[in-house]
């Protein structure tokens, strides 16, 4: 069972370009989460999504970012027309559909944003 | 959500036993607490969970006071290997959340 990955692994974007992050899940999980780092910060989390639907959204940009889980293929964090404040390492985490006390999140190696 | 109080960072050596405390004054009775693991450039690794007393596992150990107040994530005869940042996360014990990081204690070990 492939862990969660994450492609591409290192993405340079210049200022105003779209940047398309990926994010397969591991096997059997449905709950896929988005988190952004800043150098030498800890994680702050963007978005919680269930397949097809977006069920927490509060650390997103009201502007230019936006997040899917589609029902086929990975989920895909967008961010329009980027600027330098963007670049950062965006992980991607997912858990088993069975929730609970023991529901463990798996991150994948993250994508590395830099914005010349 | 309840809120976390760790040491910024802490040194040890080889070979020494490595104690990090995390303080949650506000955690809930449903609430868990969980620590993770984040070498640099990589994600976050889940290392242990617990809910009272003390729990180990083949990585660690957690003890968690009665009033649950704190908890202690105690490394064994750590290495080098082990100089990571750790991350001392609480959540409730049902359902989904989303994961709250703090800054995390950021651990070195020196030979």
């Known amino acids: 069972n492939a862990g969660v990955m994450q492609n591409p692994r290192h993405l340079v974007r210049r200022r105003g370009q779209e940047a398309r992050l990926r994010c397969s899940p591991m096997k059997g999980h449905s709950h896929v989460y988005w988190y952004r780092q800043l150098p030498e910060e800890g994680l702050k989390f963007m978005v919680y999504l269930q397949k097809e639907n977006i069920i927490d959204e509060s650390g997103m940009p009201k502007e230019r970012f936006s997040a899917e889980f589609p029902k086929e293929g990975p989920s895909i964090l967008r961010i329009q027309q980027v600027v330098r404040g963007d670049s950062a390492a965006y992980f991607c985490a997912s858990s088993p559909d069975e929730g609970g006390a023991n529901t463990e999140a798996f991150f994948g190696q993250g994508t590395r944003l830099t914005v010349v | 959500l309840a809120k976390t109080t760790q040491p910024i960072s802490m040194d040890s050596y080889e070979g020494q036993e490595v104690n990090i405390t995390c303080s949650h004054n506000?955690?809930?009775?449903?609430?868990?607490i969980t620590w993770y693991q984040q070498f640099p450039s990589q994600g976050p690794r889940f290392i242990i969970q617990g809910y009272k007393t003390k729990v180990t596992n083949e990585v660690a150990s957690l003890f968690i006071p009665a009033d649950r107040k704190s908890s202690t994530l105690s490394l064994p005869r750590v290495s080098l290997s082990d100089t990571a940042v750790y991350y001392c996360l609480v959540g409730r014990n049902t359902g989904f959340q989303k994961l709250v990081f703090g800054t995390g204690t950021r651990l070195l070990v020196s030979p």
């Open positions: 506000n955690i809930a009775t449903n609430d868990y």
